[in-house]
T-cell receptor, first 114, second 109 residues
Framework: KAGVTQTPRYLIKTRGQQVTLSCSPI?????VSWYQQTPGQGLQFLFE???????NKGNFPGRFSGRQFSNSRSEMNVSTLELGDSALYLC?????????????FGAGSRLTVL | GQQLNQSPQSMFIQEGEDVSMNCTSS?????WLWYKQDPGEGPVLLIA?????ELTSNGRLTAQFGITRKDSFLNISASIPSDVGIYFC?????????FGAGTRLTVKP
């Protein structure tokens, strides 16, 4: 079955702009999590969505937001971009239930802010 | 949230050598996961451990779930150039997944 699909893979924006990233989870996976990865900070948890509701949230400013649709696809948005938002944004999905705690990652969306 | 303590941060080894890395936490985990990330890609699951004391192999990779449930080890035997990448340990904590900072492995031919 298809893996986690993230689009776009690469994008370049300028400061002050906003960006929307998309994630299609593995079929049957209802939980979608987003992570920011930078060389200095490693994998930082942004938020998790399940059944169209944000279930968990990391320590990021309100400029970072997300949503999940009824088909479990998810989007994340970053408004008023800053240089420090340049990073690889990873989406991961998982099944939900007893013992279902393994994340499957997408290839990521690499954002460069100029 | 609390991150996992992973070491070493980086390793430079010769092809054919064995590699060991570990991960510790002050909290107990019921699952330990090891991921590998190739440059420009997302992390890929290598091994999942579900039971304290469990020793699991996947080809040249062997991982162990510590008896205290607060640590885990990953060993790679007879390294090859394609082992290059960043290795992450991870443990689920309620609805969150905690990650180590990663071990960057370089293999010299």
């Amino acid at each position: 079955k298809a893996g986690v699909t993230q689009t776009p893979r690469y994008l370049i924006k300028t400061r002050g702009q906003q960006v929307t990233l998309s994630c299609s989870p593995i079929s049957g996976h209802r939980s979608v999590s987003w992570y920011q990865q930078t060389p200095g900070q490693g994998l930082q948890f942004l938020f998790e969505y399940f059944s169209e509701t944000q279930r968990n949230k990391g320590n990021f400013p309100g400029r970072f937001s997300g949503r999940q649709f009824s088909n479990s696809r998810s989007e994340m948005n970053v408004s008023t971009l800053e240089l420090g938002d340049s990073a690889l944004y990873l989406c991961a999905s998982k099944m939900v239930g007893l013992g279902a705690n393994v994340l499957t990652f997408g290839a990521g969306s690499r954002l460069t802010v100029l | 949230g609390q991150q996992l303590n992973q070491s070493p941060q980086s390793m430079f080894i010769q092809e054919g050598e064995d590699v060991s890395m570990n991960c510790t936490s002050s909290s107990i985990f019921n699952t330990w996961l090891w991921y590998k990330q190739d440059p420009g890609e997302g992390p890929v699951l290598l091994i999942a451990l579900y039971k304290a004391g469990e020793l699991t192999s996947n080809g040249r990779l062997t991982a162990q779930f510590g008896i205290t449930r607060k640590d885990s080890f990953l060993n790679i035997s007879a390294s090859i150039p394609s082992d290059v990448g960043i290795y992450f340990c991870a443990g689920p904590n309620n609805n969150d997944m905690r990650f180590g900072a990663g071990t960057r492995l370089t293999v010299k031919p």
